[in-house]
Protein backbone atom coordinates (compact mmCIF):
# COMPACT_ATOMS: atom_id res chain seq x y z
CA UNK A 1 0.00 0.00 0.00
CA UNK A 2 1.08 3.75 -0.96
CA UNK A 3 2.46 5.75 1.81
CA UNK A 4 0.60 9.14 1.71
CA UNK A 5 1.80 12.03 4.33
CA UNK A 6 -1.03 13.12 6.84
CA UNK A 7 -0.98 16.89 6.34
CA UNK A 8 -2.15 17.96 9.32
CA UNK A 9 -2.82 21.67 10.51
CA UNK A 10 -2.56 22.41 6.84
CA UNK A 11 -4.24 25.77 5.86
CA UNK A 12 -5.37 26.97 2.45
CA UNK A 13 -2.72 29.61 2.23
CA UNK A 14 0.01 27.12 1.92
CA UNK A 15 -1.63 26.29 -1.82
CA UNK A 16 -3.90 28.82 -3.00
CA UNK A 17 -3.01 30.46 -6.22
CA UNK A 18 -1.54 33.82 -5.93
CA UNK A 19 -3.77 35.34 -8.48
CA UNK A 20 -6.72 33.85 -6.89
CA UNK A 21 -5.34 36.13 -4.03
CA UNK A 22 -5.07 39.10 -6.10
CA UNK A 23 -8.39 38.81 -7.34
CA UNK A 24 -10.40 38.36 -3.92
CA UNK A 25 -10.80 41.82 -3.43
CA UNK A 26 -11.92 42.78 -6.74
CA UNK A 27 -14.07 40.26 -7.64
CA UNK A 28 -15.59 38.06 -4.65
CA UNK A 29 -16.13 41.06 -2.52
CA UNK A 30 -17.52 42.99 -5.12
CA UNK A 31 -21.36 43.96 -4.58
CA UNK A 32 -22.00 42.87 -8.18
CA UNK A 33 -20.50 38.99 -7.31
CA UNK A 34 -22.20 39.06 -4.27
CA UNK A 35 -25.67 39.90 -5.56
CA UNK A 36 -25.14 36.94 -7.74
CA UNK A 37 -24.49 34.53 -4.99
CA UNK A 38 -27.34 35.42 -3.26
CA UNK A 39 -29.54 35.64 -6.17
CA UNK A 40 -28.91 31.43 -7.68
CA UNK A 41 -28.89 30.53 -3.89
CA UNK A 42 -32.47 29.94 -3.22
CA UNK A 43 -33.09 28.64 -7.11
CA UNK A 44 -29.64 26.32 -6.97
CA UNK A 45 -31.03 24.74 -3.80
CA UNK A 46 -33.77 23.56 -5.44
CA UNK A 47 -32.26 22.63 -8.36
CA UNK A 48 -29.55 20.36 -6.75
CA UNK A 49 -32.50 18.98 -3.99
CA UNK A 50 -34.63 17.70 -6.95
CA UNK A 51 -31.63 16.23 -9.06
CA UNK A 52 -30.59 14.16 -5.62
CA UNK A 53 -33.71 12.94 -5.24
CA UNK A 54 -34.83 11.76 -8.68
CA UNK A 55 -31.18 11.95 -10.71
CA UNK A 56 -28.68 11.07 -8.56
CA UNK A 57 -27.71 7.66 -6.92
CA UNK A 58 -26.33 7.87 -3.38
CA UNK A 59 -23.36 5.83 -2.31
CA UNK A 60 -22.61 4.07 0.74
CA UNK A 61 -19.36 2.21 2.47
CA UNK A 62 -21.05 -0.62 2.10
CA UNK A 63 -22.00 -0.21 -1.80
CA UNK A 64 -18.46 1.10 -2.85
CA UNK A 65 -16.01 0.82 0.20
CA UNK A 66 -13.30 1.32 -2.54
CA UNK A 67 -14.33 4.55 -3.36
CA UNK A 68 -14.98 5.86 0.15
CA UNK A 69 -12.14 4.37 1.75
CA UNK A 70 -10.27 6.99 -0.66
CA UNK A 71 -12.39 9.64 0.22
CA UNK A 72 -12.02 9.41 4.15
CA UNK A 73 -7.99 9.02 3.09
CA UNK A 74 -8.21 12.39 1.28
CA UNK A 75 -10.20 14.22 3.62
CA UNK A 76 -7.88 12.80 6.64
CA UNK A 77 -4.87 13.77 4.19
CA UNK A 78 -6.02 17.54 3.81
CA UNK A 79 -6.96 17.83 7.35
CA UNK A 80 -10.90 18.19 6.17
CA UNK A 81 -13.07 17.05 9.06
CA UNK A 82 -16.26 16.69 7.01
CA UNK A 83 -17.02 13.28 5.13
CA UNK A 84 -19.28 14.80 1.84
CA UNK A 85 -22.05 12.63 1.13
CA UNK A 86 -21.25 10.98 -2.53
CA UNK A 87 -23.48 10.70 -5.42
CA UNK A 88 -23.11 9.17 -9.07
CA UNK A 89 -24.54 10.00 -12.33
CA UNK A 90 -24.75 8.04 -15.85
CA UNK A 91 -22.34 10.81 -17.99
CA UNK A 92 -18.79 10.91 -19.38
CA UNK A 93 -17.90 13.68 -17.33
CA UNK A 94 -14.40 12.76 -15.98
CA UNK A 95 -14.11 15.23 -12.95
CA UNK A 96 -15.62 15.19 -9.46
CA UNK A 97 -17.89 17.81 -8.76
CA UNK A 98 -18.21 19.36 -5.65
CA UNK A 99 -21.81 21.01 -4.53
CA UNK A 100 -23.88 22.42 -2.22
CA UNK A 101 -27.35 22.12 -1.48
CA UNK A 102 -28.05 22.09 2.36
CA UNK A 103 -24.31 20.82 3.02
CA UNK A 104 -21.41 20.29 0.78
CA UNK A 105 -21.85 17.13 -1.22
CA UNK A 106 -19.79 15.07 -4.41
CA UNK A 107 -21.04 13.52 -7.71
CA UNK A 108 -19.23 11.57 -9.84
CA UNK A 109 -20.47 9.92 -13.37
CA UNK A 110 -20.03 6.31 -13.85
CA UNK A 111 -17.28 7.07 -16.46
CA UNK A 112 -14.69 8.35 -13.42
CA UNK A 113 -15.77 4.90 -11.29
CA UNK A 114 -15.17 3.13 -14.75
CA UNK A 115 -11.86 4.76 -15.86
CA UNK A 116 -9.98 6.01 -12.41
CA UNK A 117 -7.63 3.83 -10.84
CA UNK A 118 -6.64 4.49 -7.17
CA UNK A 119 -4.14 7.04 -7.51
CA UNK A 120 -6.21 9.56 -10.06
CA UNK A 121 -9.22 9.23 -7.56
CA UNK A 122 -7.26 10.69 -4.57
CA UNK A 123 -6.11 13.37 -7.24
CA UNK A 124 -10.25 14.05 -8.19
CA UNK A 125 -11.52 13.89 -4.42
CA UNK A 126 -8.53 15.76 -3.64
CA UNK A 127 -9.26 18.65 -5.69
CA UNK A 128 -13.09 18.77 -4.85
CA UNK A 129 -12.30 18.87 -1.23
CA UNK A 130 -9.70 21.61 -1.56
CA UNK A 131 -12.71 23.58 -3.61
CA UNK A 132 -14.60 23.17 -0.45
CA UNK A 133 -11.87 24.04 1.65
CA UNK A 134 -11.00 27.82 -0.14
CA UNK A 135 -14.78 28.25 -0.60
CA UNK A 136 -14.87 27.93 -4.22
CA UNK A 137 -18.09 25.81 -4.74
CA UNK A 138 -20.87 28.54 -4.16
CA UNK A 139 -18.88 30.75 -6.70
CA UNK A 140 -18.94 27.83 -8.96
CA UNK A 141 -22.38 27.33 -8.88
CA UNK A 142 -22.72 31.06 -9.26
CA UNK A 143 -20.95 30.78 -12.60
CA UNK A 144 -23.45 27.94 -13.86
CA UNK A 145 -26.17 30.05 -13.39
CA UNK A 146 -24.60 33.21 -15.65
CA UNK A 147 -26.83 34.18 -17.93
CA UNK A 148 -25.35 35.14 -21.72
CA UNK A 149 -26.49 38.94 -20.97
CA UNK A 150 -24.47 41.63 -22.89
CA UNK A 151 -24.41 43.89 -20.05
CA UNK A 152 -22.93 41.17 -17.55
CA UNK A 153 -19.34 40.57 -20.17
CA UNK A 154 -17.08 42.50 -18.21
CA UNK A 155 -18.37 41.16 -14.66
CA UNK A 156 -18.34 37.72 -16.22
CA UNK A 157 -14.66 37.93 -17.81
CA UNK A 158 -13.57 39.27 -14.54
CA UNK A 159 -14.91 36.21 -12.33
CA UNK A 160 -13.68 33.59 -14.86
CA UNK A 161 -10.77 35.11 -14.43
CA UNK A 162 -11.01 34.21 -10.70
CA UNK A 163 -12.37 31.01 -11.42
CA UNK A 164 -9.37 29.13 -13.54
CA UNK A 165 -7.32 30.74 -10.75
CA UNK A 166 -9.63 29.01 -8.11
CA UNK A 167 -9.22 26.21 -10.13
CA UNK A 168 -5.48 26.65 -9.94
CA UNK A 169 -5.80 26.41 -6.54
CA UNK A 170 -7.62 23.18 -6.28
CA UNK A 171 -5.25 21.24 -8.40
CA UNK A 172 -2.35 21.55 -6.18
CA UNK A 173 -5.04 20.37 -3.45
CA UNK A 174 -5.34 17.32 -5.74
CA UNK A 175 -1.61 16.94 -6.19
CA UNK A 176 -1.37 16.91 -2.04
CA UNK A 177 -4.11 14.69 -1.58
CA UNK A 178 -2.47 12.03 -4.21
CA UNK A 179 0.73 13.00 -3.70
CA UNK A 180 2.06 11.15 -7.01
CA UNK A 181 2.64 13.49 -10.20
CA UNK A 182 1.67 10.44 -12.29
CA UNK A 183 -1.39 10.36 -11.05
CA UNK A 184 -1.92 13.75 -11.19
CA UNK A 185 -0.92 14.02 -14.92
CA UNK A 186 -3.34 11.07 -15.88
CA UNK A 187 -6.23 13.14 -14.47
CA UNK A 188 -5.08 15.88 -16.77
CA UNK A 189 -4.15 14.21 -19.66
CA UNK A 190 -7.40 12.80 -19.86
CA UNK A 191 -8.80 16.00 -20.33
CA UNK A 192 -6.78 16.23 -23.09
CA UNK A 193 -7.53 13.14 -24.45
CA UNK A 194 -5.48 10.73 -23.51
CA UNK A 195 -7.19 6.97 -21.81
CA UNK A 196 -6.13 6.72 -18.55
CA UNK A 197 -4.92 2.60 -19.67
CA UNK A 198 -2.63 4.72 -22.44
CA UNK A 199 -1.23 6.91 -19.60
CA UNK A 200 -0.68 4.45 -16.70
CA UNK A 201 1.66 2.48 -19.50
CA UNK A 202 3.23 6.00 -20.87
CA UNK A 203 4.23 7.08 -17.03
CA UNK A 204 4.29 4.80 -14.30
CA UNK A 205 6.44 6.79 -12.15
CA UNK A 206 6.76 10.49 -10.89
CA UNK A 207 10.09 10.89 -13.05
CA UNK A 208 8.29 9.37 -16.02
CA UNK A 209 5.64 11.80 -15.49
CA UNK A 210 7.82 14.67 -15.59
CA UNK A 211 9.71 14.10 -18.30
CA UNK A 212 6.56 13.55 -20.90
CA UNK A 213 4.74 16.98 -19.18
CA UNK A 214 8.12 18.24 -19.70
CA UNK A 215 8.16 17.28 -23.55
CA UNK A 216 4.88 18.01 -23.96
CA UNK A 217 4.62 21.58 -23.04
CA UNK A 218 7.63 22.13 -25.31
CA UNK A 219 5.80 21.06 -28.15
CA UNK A 220 2.96 22.98 -27.53
CA UNK A 221 4.99 26.10 -26.60
CA UNK A 222 6.73 25.75 -30.09
CA UNK A 223 3.53 25.29 -31.65
CA UNK A 224 1.88 28.23 -30.12
CA UNK A 225 5.39 30.11 -31.19
CA UNK A 226 4.33 30.00 -35.04
CA UNK A 227 0.66 30.43 -34.51
CA UNK A 228 0.92 33.53 -32.00
CA UNK A 229 -1.95 35.43 -33.17
CA UNK A 230 -4.22 32.46 -33.39
CA UNK A 231 -3.05 31.47 -30.18
CA UNK A 232 -3.91 34.43 -28.57
CA UNK A 233 -7.21 34.92 -30.06
CA UNK A 234 -7.91 31.47 -28.71
CA UNK A 235 -6.40 32.03 -25.52
CA UNK A 236 -8.69 35.20 -25.35
CA UNK A 237 -12.04 33.77 -26.87
CA UNK A 238 -12.26 30.99 -23.82
CA UNK A 239 -10.91 33.11 -21.21
CA UNK A 240 -14.18 34.87 -22.20
CA UNK A 241 -16.44 31.97 -22.73
CA UNK A 242 -15.37 29.24 -20.89
CA UNK A 243 -15.53 28.63 -16.77
CA UNK A 244 -12.37 26.50 -16.94
CA UNK A 245 -9.01 27.51 -18.46
CA UNK A 246 -7.35 25.57 -21.55
CA UNK A 247 -6.03 22.17 -20.68
CA UNK A 248 -2.90 22.79 -21.34
CA UNK A 249 -2.50 25.45 -19.21
CA UNK A 250 -3.78 24.24 -16.51
CA UNK A 251 -1.17 21.20 -16.46
CA UNK A 252 1.45 23.70 -16.37
CA UNK A 253 0.58 25.49 -14.20
CA UNK A 254 -0.10 22.37 -11.87
CA UNK A 255 3.81 20.95 -12.93
CA UNK A 256 5.30 24.24 -11.84
CA UNK A 257 4.02 24.58 -8.48
CA UNK A 258 4.97 20.99 -8.22
CA UNK A 259 8.15 21.79 -9.25
CA UNK A 260 8.97 24.79 -7.27
CA UNK A 261 6.29 24.59 -4.23
CA UNK A 262 5.08 21.37 -3.63
CA UNK A 263 8.15 19.42 -2.57
CA UNK A 264 9.18 21.92 0.34
CA UNK A 265 5.75 22.19 1.33
CA UNK A 266 5.28 18.31 1.62
CA UNK A 267 9.01 18.09 3.50
CA UNK A 268 7.50 20.32 6.06
CA UNK A 269 4.86 18.15 6.93
CA UNK A 270 6.87 14.54 6.59
CA UNK A 271 8.97 16.23 9.47
CA UNK A 272 6.06 17.36 11.21
CA UNK A 273 2.99 14.47 11.15
CA UNK A 274 2.90 10.65 10.52
CA UNK A 275 2.01 8.99 7.15
CA UNK A 276 -1.50 7.43 6.60
Not at 75 to 100: A, F, G, Q
Not at 132 to 161: D, S
Not at 171 to 184: E, F, M, N, T, V
Not at 204 to 215: F, G, P
Amino acid sequence: MEKRIILKGLRVEEFIHPREVQLQDSVINSPTVRKLIESVGDVNLRINKTRIQGTYIQLYPHTAPRVFAILKDVCRILDHSDIPELYVWKSMNNSIMPCTAEKDYLILSDYVLEQYDDGMLYYGFGNAIAMIRAGHVKLTTAAAYMGCNIWTVLPQMKFKEYLHAADATSDRGGLLACQSLAAAARCHFLELGMPPAVSRTMFATDEEAADYIERYLFSVAEENDRQRLTTRLGEMWQSAVYFEAAANLMLADMYVWYRKEYKPLLEKYRREGGYL
